[in-house]
């Protein structure tokens, strides 16, 4: 039941895949993964050909939730969960896909795009990601990639819809500042962490084989709280094995870049890491290599680091394999699924220096004025096109998007759909030919 299909399909007789296999293939064969080597993963894109984008992001998540999976078979080949661990090419198919419905321009876009679609329905880039597989690609009639059950359940991150999620107070809007610009209001328009209402039948096709006791459990969100939408609580074996893939991907490898790019410096890591904060990292690597390490470890990491890239790239694969290693399960006894049952986790002396990482690189890279400034940018410029072809489809609409917006009565999805799919280029190009004085061209190509 896990590996059915919405729509009915079969392969060649000769065809030696499994249905993972498959998942995989269509995955990365995808017009919407492609795309995704033209969209910012931190940093602005053409500023270097060295740093990440999302597409290189989202093969290292695919090979760090390979390389646990892996690992789990290998730590625990007795545990009852370790019969239910995905195969390589499933994990590879789900890690691959989870940042397929981030928008251009990364957050900024995402709340832009929210903003947008206030009215109708919201936007969220993991819902987005859901709608691509399930229904935008080009792989079947109806059903999108047409991905098996399991795959789509775990890219399910958070099994509560927009409308469940969302708080009624922070509805999406302005601004209220005096300045004469109009400037979103970024705390109001952030999106509730969600699947969209517009895909509710393919969740609940996702969900069917579960209990009802199993299913009102999974979708269970935690409390109402002051100025917060609500979070789901829930997800499933395969979403946790690509959650903590994907934060050890942002924790280790955005920090590389960081430092790589001079974004992050030796005394930003100081201020920001104690040497207390990633102690149990320090004493890894004190017991694991005696010869190379004095009384001063500390000291010694951030000479690595912040040393020549041979270095850095040492002791960056150091807290991979420091985490990789290290992955247990833990069990929700309240399932009865065991897809649901079972998580992948770190244990509780690794969870502080993940996250000590990923807090340095959001406070000194992400919230940097560089980083914040360049997102701003992107905002604007995706609502300015956004609002620019909603004010005439039938003619600033690409023809094929056209069609799709006739055949919708009208609906604004369509165009969100267009516009989350551009790759950062794409609506840079867009807003151009919309705004820009210069005459430009037919000829300019998107």
């Not at 890591?269 to 290599?289: P, R, W």
């Not at 300015?384 to 094929?400: W, Y």
Request: aromatic content about 8%.
């Amino acid at each position: 039941m896990w590996l059915e299909r919405r729509e009915s399909w079969s392969g060649h007789s000769e065809d030696a895949r499994g249905a993972g296999d498959v998942d995989y293939a269509r995955v990365i064969h995808s017009a919407s993964f492609r795309r995704l080597q033209g969209k910012t993963q931190i940093l602005n894109l053409g500023d270097s050909d060295f740093y990440r984008t999302r597409l290189t992001h989202s093969l290292e998540v695919a090979q760090i939730a390979g390389g646990l999976a892996r690992q789990l078979e290998k730590s625990f080949p007795t545990h009852p969960a370790t019969a239910h661990l995905p195969d390589q090419s499933m994990i590879h198919a789900i890690g691959c896909s989870h940042d397929l419905g981030h928008p251009p321009f990364g957050h900024g876009g995402e709340v832009a795009l929210n903003y947008c679609m206030r009215d109708v329905g919201g936007f969220e880039g993991n819902g987005q990601s859901l709608r691509i597989l399930s229904r935008l690609e080009s792989f079947s009639q109806n059903a999108g990639a047409n991905l098996t059950r399991r795959s789509l359940l775990g890219l399910l991150k958070y099994p509560v819809s927009y409308a469940q999620a969302r708080n009624s107070a922070l509805r999406p809007k302005l601004s209220d500042s005096p300045a004469t610009l109009k400037l979103i209001d970024t705390e109001a328009s952030t999106p509730p962490k969600c699947y969209l209402d517009s895909e509710q039948d393919v969740v609940e096709w996702v969900l069917s084989p579960l209990s009802p006791e199993d299913r009102a459990a999974f979708c269970a969100m935690g409390p109402v709280e002051a100025g917060k939408h609500r979070k789901a609580l829930h997800k499933s074996f395969d979403c946790s094995i690509m959650d903590l893939a994907d934060d050890i991907a942002y924790g280790v490898h955005d920090l590389e870049d960081a430092i790589a790019l001079m974004l992050l410096t030796r005394e930003d890591f100081v201020a920001h890491v104690s040497a207390d904060e990633i102690g149990d990292f320090l004493d890894m690597l004190k017991g694991k290599y005696p010869d190379q390490f004095g009384n001063d470890v500390y000291g010694q990491m951030l000479d690595g680091l912040f040393g020549d890239r041979n270095t850095r790239k040492r002791f960056i694969s150091r807290f991979v394999n420091y985490f990789i290693t290290a992955v247990g399960y833990t069990e929700v006894p309240e399932f009865a699924e065991p897809l649901l049952r079972y998580r992948a986790s770190l244990p509780s002396a690794r969870r502080p220096v993940l996250k000590a990482l990923k807090d340095l690189v959001f406070k000194v890279v992400i919230k940097s004025p560089n980083v914040q400034q360049l997102e701003f940018k992107g905002q604007q410029m995706v609502v300015s096109v956004f609002e620019a072809l909603c004010s005439d489809p039938e003619r600033l609409l690409p023809r094929d998007h056209q069609e799709r917006y006739s055949e919708s009565a009208g609906d604004l999805r369509v165009i969100c759909d267009y516009v989350a799919g551009m790759t950062d280029a794409a609506l840079l190009k867009t807003y151009e030919r919309l705004f820009a004085p210069r005459m430009g061209s037919v000829f300019d190509r998107l």
